[in-house]
Structures are given as structure tokens and as C-alpha cells.
């Protein structure tokens, strides 16, 4: 928070997004914390150069040190700090925290999940028209298939965006392909933990601490009537990875 509305070091990566100084220290406070505490779990981190040393690993840490950087200097407070525990290819640990909202989301494996210590259960459908967040292009597509719906707020970092399923302030929410296993690991514990699906519109329930961490478009959703309509909008809009290498949007 030291580091949020106040003129810092910024770069651009490779793939041109962005990366600040608050970045890397919470990246190191986070493994030299975490290790120490867990030292024969593994670890995957965005800002840490990849070991896959973690591939032999039953237990690694996938921490995202700032989730939505780009929100973090605007100063838009929607930002968050992602990490879970990944066993066996599963999350079973989370724990997503919105500092500048003071708000904690976490959930253990069959343990149920908490927003600042209270349970948070699933949400009643109560909605005429669900509101979606997702791209343009997917707004269109979910138009031109005669879906009557909301269109969400922008929301600068996909976890948190993701587990707005489970406060009842979205009903679907989506992450377009390209996703890595730090963005949304833990928040698929925490939906799963209110009985919400966070899946891959080509592969299903995502797998974590693959060599390869990216995953295709991705949406969690509160129910599943309109599951089909949304995964053939994603799979349009950006292809499947393995087939559709050339599809951005
Ligand atoms: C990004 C944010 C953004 C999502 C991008 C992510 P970063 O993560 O979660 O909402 O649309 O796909 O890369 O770069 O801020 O950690
Ligand atoms: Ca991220
Ligand atoms: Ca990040």
C-alpha cells in the first residue's frame, strides 16, 4: 500500500504489460515468507524467473504479487494479491486480498470459503438480466445469440474479478484465453468452495503446475444454464490453444 497513488518504477514487459517496483517486493517478501515457512513446497510466481524444478514437486505455491498492475497505477483500487496452494495439479488453498478494499477472500479445500472471515455461500439467482463481465467481443457474440444480459464493471484484476461470482455482484464472469495459473488458481478453490465452476471453455476444469501455465478463455459462472451459449462465444472469439494460436482478441 506504501507503493499505491505515490510516483513509482514502472516497466513494460515483453508482452507489453506492465510491472512496477511493488511488483517485485511483494514477489520477494512472498517467497522468502512463504519458503521459509514451507520450504519443501515449490514455487511458480509471475515476477520469478520459472524453475520447473516445480514440475517434480507435489506442493508449490502460484502466487500472482499484484493482480491487475495496470488498475494499481491508475490508482483504481480493484487490485489484489493472488496465491494458492497447488497439490497434485489442484488448488486447495487460496487466498485473494484487495488491500486498497480491505477485502480478503480465502478458502481451504472442503473448508469453505470466507470474504474478511464470514462465510460466503453461494448467491441466490435473483436476476432478470445476469451481468456479465467480458470483453466487447464477447458482448457481441452473447448479443448476436439472443442473450438478454447486464454488462459488468471493469474490473482491473481477473482474480478478483473471478470470485465477484461469489459475492453476487457478477454471474458470469470471464478471463480471456491466456490466463496464467497465478491469475486464477486461487480463485478457483475459492468458487469451488461455493459450489461455483471456474472452467477452460475448451478443456474444463483447469489443472495447475503444468510446464505449460497458460489456459484458454475461462468463465465462472453462478449457474450453468447458459454454459454452452458462453463457451461457444469464447471458443469464437479465442479459439482453443492448441488449435487457434492465431486467435486474439
Ligand atoms: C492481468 C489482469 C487482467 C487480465 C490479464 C492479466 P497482471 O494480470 O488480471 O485483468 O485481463 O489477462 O494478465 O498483469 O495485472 O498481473
Ligand atoms: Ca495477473
Ligand atoms: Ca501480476
Not at 476444469?205 to 497458460?214: L, Q, S, V
Request: glycine share 8%; hydrophobic share 40%; net charge negative.
Amino acid at each position: 500500500m506504501g507503493y499505491f497513488r505515490r510516483d513509482i518504477k514502472t516497466w513494460s514487459k515483453k508482452n507489453s504489460s506492465p510491472v512496477t517496483e511493488a511488483d517485485f517486493l511483494v514477489d520477494e517478501f512472498l517467497k522468502q515468507t512463504l519458503l521459509a515457512a514451507r520450504p519443501q513446497y515449490g514455487w511458480l510466481s509471475e515476477e520469478t524467473t520459472d524453475d520447473l524444478a516445480r514440475l517434480n514437486k507435489q506442493t508449490i505455491f502460484v502466487v500472482d504479487p499484484i493482480d491487475g498492475t495496470r488498475g494499481f497505477i491508475r490508482g483504481d483500487d480493484g487490485w489484489s494479491i493472488s496465491l494458492a496452494i497447488v497439490k497434485d495439479g489442484e488448488a486447495i488453498a487460496g487466498v485473494i486480498y484487495a488491500p486498497a478494499r480491505d477485502e480478503l477472500y480465502e478458502a481451504i479445500k472442503n473448508g469453505g470459503a470466507k470474504l474478511n472471515s464470514a462465510p460466503l455461500l453461494k448467491p441466490d439467482k435473483n436476476k432478470e438480466r445476469p451481468v456479465i463481465a467480458a470483453a466487447e467481443a464477447v458482448f457481441k457474440k452473447l448479443k448476436n445469440a439472443g442473450i438478454k444480459f447486464e454488462c459488468g464493471p471493469h474490473m482491473p484484476s481477473l482474480a478478483h474479478r473471478l470470485v465477484q461470482v461469489s459475492t453476487g455482484k457478477l454471474d458470469i464472469a470471464i478471463g480471456r484465453r491466456g490466463a496464467q495459473d497465478w491469475d486464477i488458481a486461487a480463485a478457483t478453490i475459492i468458487l469451488e468452495e461455493c459450489g461455483i465452476a471456474l472452467e477452460d471453455a475448451c478443456l474444463g476444469g483447469p489443472k495447475f503446475n503444468r510446464e505449460e501455465t497458460r489456459h484458454g478463455a475461462l468463465a465462472a459462472m453462478l449457474d450453468n444454464s447458459l454454459r454452452a451459449v458462453v463457451n461457444d462465444a469464447l471458443i469464437d472469439v479465442y479459439g482453443c490453444l492448441e488449435n487457434n494460436a492465431d486467435k486474439k482478441a
